[in-house]
């Protein structure tokens, strides 16, 4: 039986991707288990052979390759829905300020996104 956490999922890649939740050498890696899914194109191909890239090497590599895996280009706050609707029980505090910089994290994000003290909270640090 295959754990739901083990499970490729492109749009939650994208999401985590567009909220700075993984890294660029990840990000390589995981265009590698997208190939194996059976996603193909250039850019995801170009993306997986990519050795230690930096956020300046991957260029628009990453936005073409997310539409070779079908999916349309997200916002940020698309990308929480995603996070939400996946049940993610945490957000890292990074993502949350850079999704929404106008608001505090404590009071203006958790107010936005309708979370409560008792639903999805956030890791700071």
């Not at 660029?24 to 170009?46: N, V």
């Not at 052979?49 to 991957?58: A, I, V």
């Amino acid at each position: 039986m295959v754990d739901s956490v083990d499970k490729f999922d492109p749009a939650l890649l994208q999401a985590r991707w567009l909220l700075g939740g993984i890294d660029p050498e990840d990000l390589t890696k995981q265009a590698g288990r997208a190939l194996l899914e059976g996603f193909d194109g250039p850019a995801l191909r170009q993306l997986a052979g990519l050795m230690q890239p930096t956020l300046r090497d991957l260029g628009t590599l990453p936005e073409r390759a997310f539409a070779e895996m079908h999916l349309h280009l997200l916002d940020r706050l698309e990308a929480v829905d995603v996070l939400v609707a996946r049940g993610i029980p945490s957000v890292n505090h990074t993502m949350l300020v850079g999704a929404f910089p106008d608001f505090s994290m404590r009071e203006g994000a958790y107010r936005t996104l309708g979370w409560g003290t008792g639903g999805f909270l956030c890791r700071h640090g």
